[in-house]
């Protein structure tokens, strides 16, 4: 009772919004605080280049004056033109438990929707493919990851009591790393290099990588084109992108791979595990939360993969095993222990077939829902 929906409208609001799930998570040991900048970064309009092309609305539900849960609706009219359907999502979803807020968040961005002449909703999903994803079904009491959504299990009950159903799942693994690369994974990396003429780009320093920043991007756009509801990024969200990350990128865990030409042919993302440290700085940075993350890239034991992209006309012919080939290198040289694969498409068995290679376990699945809206 005494419950009252709200649109964020307000500076003062967006705040509030931003700030409930540090709240809401704040005794819970799984959960990675996001960096509070790139929130508001990503919900403001003058701040975020998806807004070219999407529409979205905020709401909070406050109970008795305070915050009880918040939900985001996006309409990506790029997406929609791509696919040729009338589709909203939901995002940045946060509530107690008590079924009275959650039902007044998902009413609110199903009405939303609907004026907006949509005719199905999805979610968990942000503006784009490189928003987090999927709500977490499994895996409740493993240590999230940098950009990954964390829920609470009752989440799952609450979604699928507002009438949603199953769309597709993610699913993440946990690698152990071994002390020597797998002998396969060397034999086909260097079989891919020598077929297909490639070669490693060596660089020492960020600042170095920025000439193949954009056209990373790109060959990022041409290889994960027909993936589920990817849009390719547009040049103003590409600059924003690099000028927001290849800063401070360690290059070693960057590998890029060129052809005869020298041009990028595939690329991987990967990053000393920084989970920790944004625990213990609650998503600031500042007066000393820059200094841990610096200190975390430099001393952690665990990393995270975020992403791999081969050309499309480089593909499958062994070029992944030669992004692997490199960054195993990297970790093994940096004691790196355990790896997080973050989130892969459940049908996707190419990728998961090199994880093999390694000891590795399931440990965490995502679903994004869908809703036939009336």
């Not at 493919?129 to 493993?142: A, P, Q, R, S, V």
Request: charged fraction near 30%.
């Amino acid at each position: 009772m005494g419950l009252q929906l709200k649109e964020v409208r307000s500076e003062r609001e967006l705040r509030q919004f931003v700030s409930f799930p540090y709240s809401l998570y704040r005794k819970n040991a799984y959960w990675v605080p996001p960096l509070r900048f790139d929130e508001y970064n990503s919900l403001r309009r003058d701040k975020n280049p998806a807004f070219d092309f999407c529409d979205a609305k905020y709401w909070l539900v406050l109970k008795k004056g305070k915050v009880a849960g918040r939900i985001t609706g996006i309409i990506n009219r790029r997406y929609n033109e791509k696919f040729g359907v009338k589709a909203a999502r939901f995002g940045w979803v946060d509530f107690v438990d008590d079924a009275e807020v959650s039902s007044l968040l998902f009413n609110a961005v199903e009405k939303w929707a609907e004026s907006e002449g949509m005719d199905s909703i999805y979610g968990p999903l942000g503006f784009t493919d490189l928003d987090g994803e999927g709500l977490l079904i499994e895996g409740f009491e493993e240590v999230s990851t940098l950009g990954a959504i964390y829920n609470y299990p009752y989440y799952q009950r609450h979604i699928e009591q507002a009438g949603y159903s199953k769309d597709i799942d993610w699913i993440e693994f946990q690698v152990t790393m071994h002390p020597e690369i797998p002998e396969k994974i060397q034999r086909l990396a260097d079989i891919a290099l020598k077929r297909n003429n490639l070669k490693i780009l060596k660089v020492k320093k960020s600042k170095e990588m920025l000439q193949y920043a954009k056209e990373i991007f790109y060959v990022l756009n041409d290889a994960y084109r027909d993936l589920y509801g990817f849009v390719e990024l547009s040049d103003r969200q590409i600059d924003t992108y690099v000028k927001q990350y290849f800063s401070f990128i360690r290059p070693e865990y960057v590998p890029v791979v060129l052809d005869s030409a020298g041009k990028v042919a595939a690329f991987g993302i990967s990053m000393p595990s920084l989970s920790k440290v944004l625990q213990k700085c609650n998503g600031r940075l500042f007066p000393f939360g820059f200094i841990r993350i610096l200190h975390a890239i430099k001393t952690s034991r665990n990393a995270d993969l975020y992403l791999t992209a081969v050309r499309p006309d480089l593909q499958n012919k062994g070029v992944n095993a030669v992004l692997m080939h490199e960054v195993n290198k990297v970790f093994i040289k940096n004691k790196i222990e355990k790896v997080e694969t973050n989130r892969e498409l459940e049908g996707n068995a190419k990728i998961q077939a090199q994880w093999k290679f390694y000891d590795s376990r399931l440990h965490k699945r995502r679903r994004c829902y869908k809703k036939k809206l009336v």
